[in-house]
């Protein structure tokens, strides 16, 4: 089993940053991808961005060149750097960790930004 919880959501300014931090517990171990998506009432869950083992990370174009996504094995977390955050960001960030068996979900944190 692999436990995942968010932090680092607020309200901030068009324009300004954030950053999100994951941490994991349990069966890290297994994990070879982690991903953060978002959410907004009344819509799908959005893919943002993803870190996967021995690869280059992968953005949604929505956030590419905004955001980045980075992950220390060392303290079992996975962030997301937010820069030049604009109002159409405003959503629920999820980040989820995937091993070769399912995907396990954070419970999300909120970041509201503000025109």
């Known amino acids: 089993q692999v436990q995942l919880v968010e932090s680092g959501g607020g309200l901030v300014q068009a324009g300004g940053s954030l950053k999100l931090s994951c941490a994991a517990s349990g069966s890290t171990f297994s994990i070879n991808r982690n991903d953060w998506y978002r959410q907004v009432p009344g819509k799908q869950r959005e893919f943002v961005a993803a870190?996967?083992?021995?690869?280059?990370?992968a953005y949604a174009a929505s956030v590419q060149g905004r955001f980045i996504i980075s992950r220390d094995n060392a303290k079992n977390t996975v962030y997301l750097q937010m820069n030049n955050l604009k109002p159409e960001d405003t959503a629920v960030y999820y980040c989820s960790g995937t091993n070769q068996y399912r995907t396990y979900w954070g419970q999300g944190t909120q970041v509201t930004v503000s025109s």
């Open positions: 870190v996967i083992s021995g690869r280059t990370p």
